[in-house]
């Protein structure tokens, strides 16, 4: 009860307190929606996903916002200063925070600070530093943004964000989550008895609850008596109270009786997202005649490689929980999609609470945090040895190459419960592992190309056309009777790298050379 007076009275109290905030700013001026965790949405005029401050103005008329502050700080209301920008009645605008950008005028505007994700205060003042208005951000969940309804007292949480736009409909909050007093993992023995597993209820709500590794919804089964594990099992629960969103989908898997000597990997998601014909993770469809040979890849309804939400657990060799969290998934891969037991790209997302994983994944790298990882079913080595892969990635790195691979640790696979067999744990090879491994902040900054690197669809992210312009350059050349041109090329590749890679494939005797990435740090130029 006092647990939900003290809900009813914070948000309450927030929304006199920010009433009684407007009222007293007789500018017009406003802050409407903040984001802190920018994924997916594109903002006016930019074509990254920037997180941002929008503005509004309400006062009637025109106003200069020359020498204004925008600040994270109400110590230091003018930590950023608005440059000579007019904004119009009734009309937004969005101030994207990224300190690695510049501010292009008339286009789009960055602040010289970051928002953190954990919580901010936001703030707008006048030229002489008084504060207009202010927001005291909570901590968002990615791609989601906080703010101000017109025409609404309060301030609410938005699924939807709209930068530059009038915020829908929004929420006040969440539910507190369900919690266990038994975690998921490897158990010797049932659990049963005064050894059931029992999920604790938050004070003024309804757990419900699932066994068949569904999504809980409203319909589900309500939690009231401990539930005995005597068998693999997978819990998912979800808490409900009225006035709020539902909190998070949290998973608990119980392995019973199983023995393992690598790390084990459960992933737990609605079965409907692995088997639904027209969409799921690995479904045939109803194009596959798998009477006929392969390959079934570009007509099966797995070759669409749909992202799913799902929740993952990883315990270590010793059996210790050391991850547990939500994430989104797909499968990846080219004909390898075609073998029974699919590759997975499993990536950290804070719609679910975290954007990373906090724990070192492999004993070979310095690392602590990772964004995501794949689980690799071998291959064109997956009938096979189904290692070799890793093996020889591990013998690159022990011959002291600047050549950056894939860490590799081999981890036992359980989705929904149900043993899925050995998988080799490997990094995404992609833009945040090649900052990782050279020290890099700013992933964004990279241009990361496949292949030969000729065409857009072999643009990971950034551009090709540098790469491409070289090229044309040295397609026809003798480098041996151009030195200018030879400096160049020089100045722009890691001649050494290159030999290593190609001296390496040689060595290997690998048949599918042009399966490469290859990139540059456009800030630094390295």
């Known amino acids: 009860k006092e647990l939900m007076l003290l809900a009813g009275v914070t948000c309450a109290g927030m929304t006199a307190m920010d009433t009684a905030l407007c009222l007293a700013n007789t500018s017009g001026l406003y802050i409407t929606e903040v984001m802190t965790g920018n994924k997916s949405t594109h903002g006016p005029n930019v074509t990254y996903f920037y997180d941002y401050i929008e503005i509004y103005n309400m006062s009637g008329q025109a106003v200069n916002l020359k020498g204004y502050g925008l600040s994270d700080n109400i110590k230091k209301p003018r930590k950023w200063q608005f440059p000579d920008i007019t904004i119009e009645n009734n009309s937004y605008l969005v101030i994207y925070c990224d300190t690695t950008q510049t501010s292009k005028d008339g286009v789009y505007y960055f602040t010289n600070y970051n928002l953190k ?201 010793n059996g210790q929980l050391q991850l547990s969290q939500g994430v989104r998934f797909r499968v990846m891969g080219q004909y390898s999609l075609d073998m029974p037991q699919k590759s997975l790209f499993i990536k950290a997302d804070g719609q679910f609470g975290k954007s990373e994983f906090d724990y070192a994944l492999f004993d070979d790298r310095p690392f602590t945090t990772y964004k995501s990882f794949v689980l690799r079913n071998g291959g064109q080595d997956g009938l096979f040895t189904r290692v070799m892969d890793g093996l020889e990635a591990r013998l690159i790195d022990q011959a002291g190459s600047t050549l950056a691979t894939q860490a590799w640790k081999p981890v036992i696979v359980y989705i929904n419960g149900q043993y899925w067999g050995h998988y080799n744990m490997r990094e995404r090879a992609g833009v945040d592992m090649v900052a990782q491994h050279e020290g890099w902040l700013k992933s964004k900054d990279i241009d990361l190309l496949q292949s030969d690197g000729l065409s857009s669809s072999q643009v990971k992210q950034g551009s090709n056309a540098d790469y491409k312009a070289l090229y044309n350059k040295v397609k026809d050349a003798d480098l041996n009777s151009n030195p200018e041109l030879l400096a160049e090329v020089e100045a722009n590749f890691d001649i050494d790298n290159m030999f290593d890679y190609y001296i390496f494939e040689s060595f290997y005797g690998n048949t599918d050379p042009g399966n490469i990435r290859f990139y540059r740090n456009t800030k630094s130029g390295d």
């Open 117 to 317: 994700k954990s919580g901010e205060t936001v703030c707008l003042s006048t030229p002489s530093g008084q504060i207009l208005d202010k927001v005291v951000v909570p901590q968002l969940y990615d791609d989601t943004s906080y703010g101000r309804t017109l025409g609404q007292a309060g301030l609410f949480y938005y699924s939807s964000p709209t930068p530059g736009a009038a915020n829908g409909q929004g929420f006040t909050g969440y539910a507190e989550p369900p919690t266990f007093n038994v975690a998921g993992g490897v158990y010797v023995r049932p659990l049963t008895g005064e050894n059931a597993v029992t999920i604790n209820v938050p004070a003024g709500s309804t757990v419900r609850y699932t066994l068949d590794s569904t999504d809980p919804n409203e319909s589900s089964p309500i939690y009231t008596e401990p539930i005995e594990i005597e068998t693999n099992t997978v819990i998912r629960a979800r808490t409900y109270r009225d006035g709020v969103e539902a909190s998070q989908i949290v998973s608990e898997t119980y392995l019973i009786s199983v023995y393992h000597t690598m790390p084990v990997v459960c992933l737990t998601t609605d079965p409907d997202n692995l088997t639904n014909e027209e969409y799921g993770a690995f479904a045939y469809g109803p194009n596959v005649d798998t009477s006929k040979p392969t390959p079934w890849i570009k007509i099966a309804t797995y070759g669409q490689k749909n992202w799913f939400p799902a929740w993952l657990e990883y315990s270590d060799e």
